[in-house]
């Protein structure tokens, strides 16, 4: 009965090739996010999407795309990888309409290793 | 832009002693204000949040937090820690004007001493 669920749960690729994640959340909420956790534990927000408005982190290089087939999914497409993109990337979604929630429910994380 | 700090990275407490957990933001207002604790392997679960009202707030596994907007802190303590607490805690701000997008802290690793 996961709330927020990621594949794969480990990726190991090489340099310059294209990858996704996979992101699917049941609780019906609204907005989806994307975090980046590096080496040294810090997270840092990606993305931020539901389904009227994308906002971006504008440090997030656009080698990275999320895309969302329908408001339980968000993907997050990685072009051209780089060795820093070496990290655990998060899947988050939380309600934010109708609601005076802002919680924000985080899946398992995928760790993504580029070499 | 906002910040947050964490000015502890690694915290060592007896077990059954009591736990204070650091976190200063930088903000104009007062944000939303989180603590997150990860454990090991694990995905991110929300101990407590403040967003107005009573500035002591009450959270789950026995953890409260205490905003103080004087000192734009928002620490985390719990009056008796056990073993099981041992993980990574993370304070966040959601500044409103983000996108409820979340600005964390470098995170505070709990240690436990038998």
């Known amino acids: 009965d996961t709330a927020v669920s990621q594949t794969p749960k480990y990726l190991v690729t090489q340099m310059g090739n294209d990858k996704s994640i996979k992101c699917e959340q049941n609780?019906?909420?609204?907005?989806m996010y994307w975090y980046k956790q590096d080496s040294k534990k810090f997270l840092k927000i990606m993305f931020s999407?539901?389904?009227?408005?994308?906002?971006i982190n504008e440090t997030v290089p656009n080698r990275f795309s999320p895309k969302s087939p329908d408001k339980a999914h968000l993907n997050l497409h990685i072009n051209s990888l780089e060795l820093g993109d070496s990290a655990v990337y998060f899947c988050a979604s939380s309600q934010e309409s109708g609601t005076f929630s802002y919680e924000q429910y985080f899946g398992p994380g995928t760790r993504l290793t580029v070499t | 832009a906002q910040s947050v700090t964490q000015p502890d990275i690694h915290i060592t407490v007896s077990e059954g002693a009591s736990l204070e957990l650091r976190c200063n933001y930088s903000y104009g207002a007062t944000p939303y204000l989180f603590w997150y604790v990860q454990s090991p392997g694990q995905g991110l679960q929300l101990l407590l949040k403040y967003f107005s009202g009573d500035t002591l707030v009450q959270g789950i596994k026995g953890f409260e937090a205490e905003f103080k907007r004087s000192q734009s802190s928002f620490n985390l303590r719990k009056p008796s820690v056990h073993w099981s607490d041992a993980a990574e805690y993370f304070c966040?701000?959601?500044?409103?004007?983000?996108?409820?997008?979340?600005?964390f802290g470098g995170g505070t690793r709990l240690m436990v001493k038998p």
């Open positions: 609780l019906g909420h609204d907005t």
């Open positions: 966040a701000v959601d500044a409103l004007n983000a996108g409820n997008m979340l600005t």
């Open positions: 999407y539901n389904n009227k408005e994308l906002i």
